[in-house]
């Protein structure tokens, strides 16, 4: 099946430590996308890349690096700059053809980060 | 700007009750439109979507329908079920002078269904 896993699904740090969360994709998407979601409000863009070795900052990317090596993979490091880290993380993907308008995101299950 | 507006939660209701859920939209372009819904502890699933005006978005028993006039994307369900409890999100793409498309969230609202 196709899909975007993250790994964990829980995470915990202590505060002053960085820590990376994993999405890899097998739906031979170009582009993917972090998000950050906190209770009562909606999802944030941190950082997108439209394809391998590329990215862009989204709205709140201060305190947070990614990478693309890969089509496949789009890791996220929260570094201990983010003042507020605790927060569900979302990875999500989609094709980069045809109109933008028309480009359907797919849905990672998430990560919850805990910074004590 | 693009902003997302959603009616203000939770919302709670009883089983086989009528469901609306108020969206409205600011766009500079001519954006897409979608609902997603998060059932706990889970990612975002795409519930329905609509891309011109009058267009009419439907899945699993939702509806919604693209008002250019208003500005509006209100999703509705005829009867509710207890497994339609969830957090569901209003959401735009206005590919404006962007290239990718931005992806713009509502705030989210909360539905509890009780039996």
């Known amino acids: 099946d196709g899909g975007i896993t993250q790994s964990p699904k829980y995470l915990f740090r202590k505060e002053g430590q960085n820590v990376t969360l994993s999405c890899e994709q097998n739906l031979n998407h170009d582009a993917m996308y972090w998000y950050r979601q906190d209770p009562g409000q909606g999802l944030r863009l941190i950082y997108y890349?439209?394809?391998?070795?590329?990215?862009q900052k989204g709205d709140i990317a201060e305190g947070y690096s990614v990478s693309r090596e890969k089509k496949e993979s789009f890791p996220l490091t929260v570094t201990s700059a983010q003042k507020n880290p605790t927060a569900f993380y979302l990875c999500?993907?989609?094709?980069?053809?045809?109109?933008?308008?028309?480009?359907?995101?797919?849905f990672g299950p998430g990560t919850r980060l805990t910074v004590t | 700007g693009d902003s997302v507006t959603q009616m203000e939660g939770p919302v709670t209701l009883s089983e086989e009750a009528f469901l609306t859920i108020n969206c409205t939209y600011t766009?500079?372009?001519?954006?897409?439109l979608f609902w997603y819904v998060q059932y706990p502890g889970e990612g975002l699933q795409l519930l329905l979507k609509?891309?011109?005006?009058?267009d009419k978005g439907s899945n699993k028993g939702f509806e919604a329908t693209y008002r250019k006039e208003t500005t509006s994307f209100h999703l509705e369900k005829g009867s509710v079920q207890v497994s339609d409890s969830a957090v569901y999100f209003c959401a735009l793409i206005d590919a404006g002078g962007t290239s990718y498309g931005k992806l713009t969230f509502g705030q989210g609202t909360i539905l509890t269904v009780h039996p």
């Open positions: 999500a993907s989609s094709s980069t053809s045809g109109r933008a308008l028309q480009r359907e995101q797919y």
């Open positions: 609509a891309t011109k005006a009058d």
């Open positions: 890349s439209q394809i391998v070795n590329d990215f």
């Open positions: 766009a500079t372009g001519y954006p897409s």
